[in-house]
């Protein structure tokens, strides 16, 4: 089946620094989407980008669609104790699709 | 203003019984999602259901699991015969008109099947 590969799979900063992770695909995406889960809780959404080059922001949250429509970025600036979670990709592969791809999650440790 | 509602939270199975788990979509949502996470991984798409009818249930193991979304009433996973491979956490989502960007997803139904 459809695959997203995300990594790291897991990062150990300190408090203040910035953070990047991505996502790449064998397959075009029509949608892609970034989500935080916290321990025992569902995903919440954090950003959603529906076109190849769109580059937006939410706060300290920067994320990208790729040009190719195969691969995603998400930047965090100037992290907080807060940001620690796991973090997916989720592509949605046809325009018509209702389900998801999910990664398999990037999970961020932060240290004081 | 609620949102998706699972429970229970926790459910403890023994090896042959069956699981139920609950749904309850935000208000004036009329699409429900349902996907499993095994630890350590990604959520995997399961079944997509609006009131009253199945849309999409590639994700669904072909034995053992149905889901249903009926007229009244909250929409139910169940799971016949559980099995160890069963034990993961089940995410419900619900949206208002089946666009992906308006899922929103419940806390989840954490099963163990011992």
């Given at each position: 089946g459809q695959q997203l590969n995300q990594s790291p799979q897991s990062m150990f900063i300190q408090e203040g620094e910035d953070v990047s992770m991505n996502c790449t695909s064998s397959s075009i995406f029509n949608t892609w989407l970034w989500y935080k889960q916290d321990p025992g809780e569902g995903p919440v959404l954090l950003i959603a980008l529906y076109k190849a080059g769109e580059l937006t922001s939410n706060g300290r949250l920067t994320a990208q669609f790729g040009i190719t429509r195969k691969d995603s970025f998400l930047n965090i600036s100037a992290?907080?104790?807060?940001?620690?979670g796991i973090y997916f990709c989720a592509g949605q592969?046809?325009?018509?699709?209702q389900k998801l791809v999910f990664g398999q999650g990037t999970r961020l440790t932060i240290n004081p | 203003n609620a949102g998706v509602m699972q429970n229970p939270r926790h459910l403890v199975r023994r090896r042959g019984q069956e699981a139920r788990l609950r749904c309850s979509p935000m208000k004036g949502h009329s699409h429900v999602y349902w996907y499993r996470q095994l630890p350590e991984e990604g959520l995997k798409f399961m079944v997509y259901l609006q009131k009253e009818n199945i849309?999409?249930?590639?994700?669904?193991?072909?034995?053992r699991f149905s889901a249903e979304f009926p007229k009244e009433g909250p929409s139910i996973l169940r799971i016949q015969q559980?099995?160890?491979?069963?034990s993961a956490a089940y995410f419900c989502a619900s949206s208002p008109s089946g666009v992906t960007f308006g899922y929103t997803f419940g806390s989840g139904t954490r099963l163990t099947v011992v």
């Open positions: 992290s907080i104790p807060s940001d620690v592969l046809d325009q018509g699709a | 849309i999409d249930e590639s994700g669904m193991p072909k034995e559980v099995v160890r491979g069963d």
